[in-house]
Nanobody, 123 residues
Framework: QVQLVESGGGSVQAGGSLRLSCAVS????????MGWLRQAPGKEREGVVV??????YYTDSVKGRFTIAQDNAKNTVYLQMNSLKPEDTAMYYC???????????????????WGQGTQVTVS
């Protein structure tokens, strides 16, 4: 059974940092396209980053501030978020899909499985 469980969200002041975690089970994330997406109130869900193998694509608004990390032993992927801005406030989700079409998924947001989300609030 595929499961993705996010954690690490919270409230932080502008300029601060947070690290989100996504613990996965039921599949091998290294063989699939993983993504972090976010949705702010009243807005459409937005792709933040997608990655497969050694290739990572970030949306322009987070380049240089957000970084992906992985812990294979823990089957966990991380989203390190630095220099946070109020516009980063959103519910953040991790998701997985087949690796084919991974880059396009950043815009198309068509993932097969999703976590429940973790809230990030920047003030």
């Amino acid at each position: 059974q595929v499961q993705l469980v996010e954690s690490g969200g919270g409230s932080v002041q502008a300029g601060g940092s947070l690290r989100l975690s996504c613990a996965v089970s039921g599949f091998t994330y290294r063989s699939n396209c993983m993504g972090w997406l976010r949705q702010a109130p009243g807005k459409e869900r937005e792709g933040v980053v997608v990655f497969y193998g050694g290739t990572t694509y970030y949306t322009d608004s987070v380049k240089g501030r957000f970084t992906i990390a992985q812990d294979n032993a823990k089957n966990t992927v991380y989203l390190q978020m630095n220099s946070l801005k109020p516009e980063d406030t959103a519910m953040y989700y991790c998701a997985v899909r087949p690796y084919i079409g991974c880059r396009q998924a950043l815009l198309e947001r068509d993932f097969a499985y999703w976590g429940q989300g973790t809230q990030v609030t920047v003030s």
